[in-house]
């Protein structure tokens, strides 16, 4: 079925077209729609669709604008949301059985804050249940197949997000990052992927993972429409106690001042280790590209951010075991395997290993102050590895079998239990076709930094141009 071509698929492009009334809210809407209908059965990215909903909003959307009432670059562009977000008369899944049913009669805040922008939201999109794993192949309502190549996994947990923006099916999404899975599926689909400063966003109405890891951030196709997202999203809520009061800067407006004597650190250790040639390559070649935009590049230690996995791991494990804990106790054949056991892993960790891990998170956090008096940001590959293939338990690197969950958190999971914002840009293609990507990583709420890196990167490049093959 063919369906007709979106005049821009990015949020910034669609925006200047629908503000100088170019193009109609409900002309993209119903597009989108369409492309939904016609595609997402091979790549089952949306758990849930709401066609009506969003038509309804962007007729409203299309009459503010049409009587003078802009209300910035999200009015009327389609987005989606990650079904472990709470939106009003809609499922909220979590990706579960568990909550198959489960209708909430409130918005979540950024779901909220979305709906105030002026977006228009066209559905909920297909997770690893619960969160709770990186390769999105959920056995309740089946797996998320990558656009660049279906046989093939496209990260999680939020690879439902990613996968229907790569996919044309909305311009922009949010997803939840916990461990990497904001970071992890912008990877492997070819998207930008923030992961933002622990209290940046508030997680009011969304399904905990780890209530002192999670966070929740977008994905799109560029910085600058990271940006957008952000700005809309950002700021303290009184509903969410572990949000930041923290002023939300003007994150588009400050995407041009360039990078010229940003100092940029690569780690020595841990970071660079156990990554495939291909993926190494091309990391290397973004950071020339960063030196040559007259960012100063140099090495930096950080030998203990081993010590971060296990420790992280620990907080994880004992925290989403608490939160599911009634639920193993009186329904525990309705999870999946996978995830059920990883959660009885947590019920049986001693309480001295999580207060161990906390205390871990202090010295780590305390020894990354000291890198960050030499350096503004670090750079790293995102994932070591390409996506790997639906149903495969290892990822080939370098020759050796790894471990797909164990590979596909090493660069991403520390960021998270420093609680540091992080984006992941593509910045090349395997021999295979498939994306490759890199993580600039910032101090605590130097997203502004990481979004003006991010854009000056994609300005000399066109990793972010390039779409999957997928009619």
């Known amino acids: 079925m063919a369906t007709a071509t979106l005049p821009s698929d990015t949020i910034a492009g669609l925006a200047a077209l629908i503000r100088r009334r170019q193009v109609s809210p409900v002309e993209i809407t119903r597009m989108v729609l369409d492309r939904i209908a016609a595609v997402d059965r ?48 809609h499922r909220l899944t979590g990706g579960s059985k568990i909550l198959a049913d489960h209708v909430p009669d409130f918005d979540a805040t950024v779901v909220a804050r979305l709906r105030e922008a002026g977006t228009v939201i066209v559905g909920k999109t297909n997770l690893h249940e619960f969160a709770y794993g990186v390769t999105n192949n959920n056995v309740h309502y089946g797996p998320v197949r990558n656009p660049w190549d279906t046989s093939r996994i496209p990260g999680g947990s939020s690879g439902g997000s990613a996968v229907a923006v790569a996919a044309g099916l909305g311009a922009g999404t949010l997803g939840s990052d916990t461990g990497g899975s904001v970071r992890i599926p912008a990877a492997l689909c070819g998207l930008v992927g923030l992961k933002v400063t622990y209290g940046r966003v508030s997680r009011h109405g969304v399904l905990p993972l780890s209530w002192s890891l999670d966070t929740v951030g977008p994905l799109a196709w560029t910085a600058e429409d990271a940006a957008i997202l952000l700005r809309a999203i950002a700021g303290a809520d009184p509903r969410d106690p572990s949000s930041s009061d923290a002023p939300v800067p003007d994150y588009q407006g400050g995407l041009r001042g360039g990078i ?25 070649e973004a950071i020339g590209v960063l030196r040559s935009l007259g960012a100063e590049v140099e090495e930096v230690s950080t030998p203990w951010l081993d010590d ?12 989403a075991a608490a939160y599911h804990l009634a639920w193993l106790r009186t329904r525990p054949q309705d999870y999946g395997d996978e995830v059920r056991e990883r959660l009885l892993v947590g019920t049986s960790l001693p309480a001295v290993a999580y207060v ?19 350096v503004d940001v670090l750079v790293a590959p995102t994932t070591p ?21 164990t590979t596909f958190i090493r660069c991403t999971y520390p960021v998270n239990f420093l609680g540091l914002p992080s984006i992941s840009v593509p910045c090349g293609f395997t021999r295979a076709g498939l994306p490759v990507a890199f993580q600039i990583i910032g101090r605590p709420f130097a997203e502004d930094v990481l979004l003006r890196a991010a854009h000056a990167y994609q300005q000399q490049t066109d990793w972010h141009v390039r779409r999957p093959p997928l009619a």
């Open 260 to 284: 010229r004597g940003l100092r940029v650190g690569r780690p020595r250790q841990y970071m660079f280790d156990l990554v495939d040639s291909e993926v190494a390559a091309a990391v290397e």
């Open 308 to 319: 971060a996995i296990s420790a992280a791991a620990a907080i994880v494990h004992a925290e």
């Open 356 to 374: 161990q891990a906390q205390r871990t998170r202090s010295l780590l956090i305390a020894q990354m102050e000291v890198v960050w008096r030499a």
């Open 385 to 405: 590895a390409p996506a790997a293939r639906i149903g495969d338990a290892t990822v080939p690197v370098n020759g050796r079998e790894m471990d797909v969950r």
């Open 42 to 89: 091979r790549l089952n990215s949306f758990i849930t669709v709401c066609a009506d909903e969003a038509i309804q909003a962007a007729r409203a959307a299309a009459s503010e604008i049409a009587r003078g009432r802009y209300r910035g670059p999200l009015h009327g562009v389609p987005v989606s949301v990650k079904d472990l977000m709470a939106m009003r008369g």
